[in-house]
């Protein structure tokens, strides 16, 4: 099974932005539909963006859209989120996810088998 390690998150002012990426290693990594999700104290962990494993197909959640891209780098197993326009309200542990053959578009953490150890991120203002 695919091992996933996120890295990147950190403080930022309002409106500036951040690059979070995550690592896997194990198995194939194309195989992997990968995702971001993210969890606010107090706050039930939220699907952010996402990438299907054939690399053709990207889904973001409303608030993300415009803000937020994925990417995926195959020759270096790693997902990214870039974060632009970072808002008060996206301060939150960011996780990284996988589910084999995912079809992506599934919101809810129960869809993916894989976590990361999740990357804090704040924002200042």
């Known amino acids: 099974q695919v091992q996933l390690v996120e890295s990147g998150g950190g403080l930022v002012q309002a409106g500036g932005s951040l690059r979070l990426a995550c690592a896997a290693s194990?198995?194939?990594?194309?195989?992997?539909?990968m995702a971001w999700f993210r969890q606010a104290p107090g706050k039930e962990r939220e699907f952010s963006v996402g990438?299907?494993?054939?690399?053709?197909?990207?889904y973001y959640a409303d608030s993300e859209k415009g803000r937020f891209t994925i990417s995926r780098d195959i020759a270096k197993n790693t997902v990214y989120l870039q974060m632009n326009s970072l808002k008060h309200e996206d301060p939150a542990v960011y996780y990284c996810?996988?589910?084999?053959?995912?079809?992506?578009?599934?919101?809810?953490?129960?869809?993916?088998?894989?976590w990361g150890q999740g990357t804090q991120v704040n924002v200042s203002s």
């Open positions: 996810a996988a589910a084999e053959y995912g079809s992506g578009s599934s919101y809810s953490p129960q869809s993916y088998e894989r």
């Open positions: 990438i299907r494993w054939s690399g053709v197909n990207t």
């Open positions: 194990g198995r194939a990594f194309t195989s992997y539909t």
